[in-house]
């Protein structure tokens, strides 16, 4: 109890301490009335706006649905006494789907009780959601049975739903009331939008001839440049209040 009521204080003093920041830069500004609460606005737009990317950034969603319906029938069906080979390609294809929903389900249920509505520990949450998600696809290329590409595509959707869901936190708390239908319509389009590019270009490839196993190592490789990009953004996010403070001097 006491955890949470000191938890809970935490989170209160991080977010008052993000307004605070913002104010001081306003202030520097002198301006009042109207204007000042404008230019909060504005400055809380521009924190949501890079956020609207990090769902489009989970970039293995749609090229996992081609994938794994693919992978599951040539490289994982599952092999049983009795088990026709149609039927044990359907049953990989089903487990490897299950696992990720597995990994899905998981993945928020672990990390939310450590970031709670902390702004620097959602941050860092994407971060690592990222890497898990990289590492966990390309080790399922390296997967010698479907146990073992099960567990790599549960431990991937660990981090990709940590992503969804610290990303959907960072939304709510950083954007004003006023906008968050238009912000969430927004981060939703792009999503959307990646996954329907995502699946295309990988069912492209597989139609020239490309391996599965290679595709699916590729994506997780891939999935490196959203992970460098957001190091990159919240970066320079941390150092934003510093240097707008500067430049008003």
């Known amino acids: 109890m006491e955890n949470t009521q000191e938890m809970q204080t935490i989170e209160i003093t991080e977010i008052e301490a993000q307004e605070e920041s913002k104010a001081a830069v306003v202030e520097k500004l002198h301006v009042s009335g109207e204007d000042k609460r404008r230019l909060l606005i504005l400055m809380s737009d521009w924190e949501a706006r890079y956020k609207d990317f990090v769902k489009a950034g989970n970039l293995v969603i749609g090229p996992s649905w081609v994938l794994f319906t693919v992978m599951g029938q040539r490289y994982f069906p599952v092999r049983w006494h ?26 928020p249920l672990i990390s939310a009780p450590w970031a709670g509505h902390r702004d620097r520990r959602l941050r860092l949450g994407i971060f690592f959601g990222y890497l898990v998600t990289a590492i966990g ?12 590409a099960c567990l790599w595509a549960a431990f991937a959707h660990l981090g990709g739903s940590t992503v969804w869901v610290f ?53 997780g490789i891939v999935m490196l440049i959203p992970t460098a990009l957001w190091g990159w953004a919240t970066k320079v996010w941390r150092r934003e209040p510093a240097r707008a403070t500067a430049m008003m001097r």
């Open 82 to 107: 009795h088990l026709d080979p149609q039927r044990g390609a359907m049953l990989g294809m089903s487990l490897l789907l299950g696992a990720r929903g597995l990994g899905a389900l998981l993945g």
């Open 137 to 148: 696809y390309t080790l399922i290329g390296k997967a010698g049975n479907v146990w073992f």
């Open 167 to 219: 990303s959907t936190t960072l939304l709510q708390l950083n954007t004003d009331d006023r906008f968050r239908g238009r912000v969430f319509a927004a981060d939703l389009g792009l999503c959307m939008l990646t996954i329907a590019v995502g699946a295309y270009v990988v069912g492209a490839f597989l139609d020239i001839g490309i391996s599965a196993r290679t595709l699916v190592t590729a994506t």
